[in-house]
């Protein structure tokens, strides 16, 4: 059952793509032709920049001033001064500040944007630059670095100060800096871990493709170890070594991550969406969704509202 939505409900907007014909050069932007493939960008708050949106590029954040709600995709956080995210392409997200002064701040963001395909094929004739690729894989979750701010705004400087190969250049320090910081968490509810063997890494894949598309059937590990020719335990410890995590407490991420984006863009009853990610007990995914994600399912609802800069319905 359904819950009817009015004409003007948040929750089925989608994020706002941004592109190059919504980079308007007195909000900040820089020019493609005149910088190349990597822009910075600072802005204050509040600013029409700071919405629900996503885009092409990758976009690295370190906030300067405030504190309030961080939305990265089906993630939810708070932020203050010092914080440090890493976007991938097309990750939906918004910074809402909770304690702006009436006049506002002048800078609230440090931002670089760039792009995946010039770093993808230089790899091909550059191995150096395969160094990165693993972070910007990372990045596809949103990547928040710990300790990290005073480090990233020394880089974020340099690389707006510079031009042409001068800040490749800087921005390859960045990425170097970035890829070796080990303090880090991924955003997203599900992890994937680097396997160096590629018929492991192709039946993970298979395995966790089968979990994310079916995710309200019960597909037992027994089952799975089965059809891999393997004991349970055997499979127990290869899909851990994979994923980082068991393969029930997986199950219940993908699921919970599910829930998130229907709770995110449907009006449907939570206990409805229960038993569509394929939980049997209201009581089971009320207590997994709240350990996964700090938060009970109607709380993270409300507060995904917010998401667009706007007070919760």
């Not at 027994?222 to 059809?227: C, D, G, K, T």
């Amino acid at each position: 059952m359904v819950v009817p939505a009015g004409p003007r409900s948040n929750r089925h907007r989608p994020p706002e793509l941004e592109g190059d014909f919504n980079r308007n050069p007195s909000l900040g932007y820089e020019s493609s032709a005149q910088v190349g493939f990597i822009r910075c960008l600072d802005h204050g708050y509040p600013t029409p920049l700071a919405r629900w949106h996503c885009h092409d590029e990758y976009e690295l954040h370190l906030i300067t001033a405030t504190s309030g709600k961080a939305f990265v995709g089906d993630w939810i956080g708070p932020f203050e001064p010092g914080h440090v995210v890493l976007c991938g392409p097309k990750l939906p997200h918004n910074w809402i500040s909770h304690d702006v002064p009436a006049e506002g701040v002048a800078r609230r963001d440090l931002v670089v944007q760039f792009q995946h395909g010039p770093i993808e094929k230089s790899c091909q004739s550059i191995p150096e630059l395969m160094e990165v690729m693993p972070l910007l894989e990372r990045a596809r979750f949103g990547i928040e670095f710990f300790g990290f701010s005073q480090i990233a705004e020394g880089h974020w400087h340099k690389v707006k100060s510079s031009r042409g190969l001068r800040r490749f250049a800087a921005f390859l320090e960045f990425m170097i800096d970035l890829s070796s910081w080990t303090d880090f968490r991924l955003l997203s509810s599900v992890q994937m871990r680097g396997m160096d063997n590629g018929t492991e890494l192709e039946q993970i894949n298979v395995i966790v493709s089968r979990i994310t598309e079916n995710v309200a059937q019960s597909i037992s590990a027994a089952e799975v170890a089965h059809e891999l020719g393997m004991s349970e335990s055997r499979f127990s410890r290869f899909f851990r070594r994979a994923t980082g995590n068991t393969y029930t407490d997986f199950v219940n991420r993908v699921r919970i991550n599910r829930a998130c984006q229907l709770l995110m863009s449907s009006d449907t009853y939570i206990t409805n969406i229960c038993y569509d990610v394929g939980f049997n007990s209201v009581a089971n995914f009320n207590r997994r969704f709240h350990e996964i994600k700090g938060l009970t399912p109607s709380e993270f609802r409300k507060q995904a509202e917010s998401r667009f800069g706007g007070p919760a319905d």
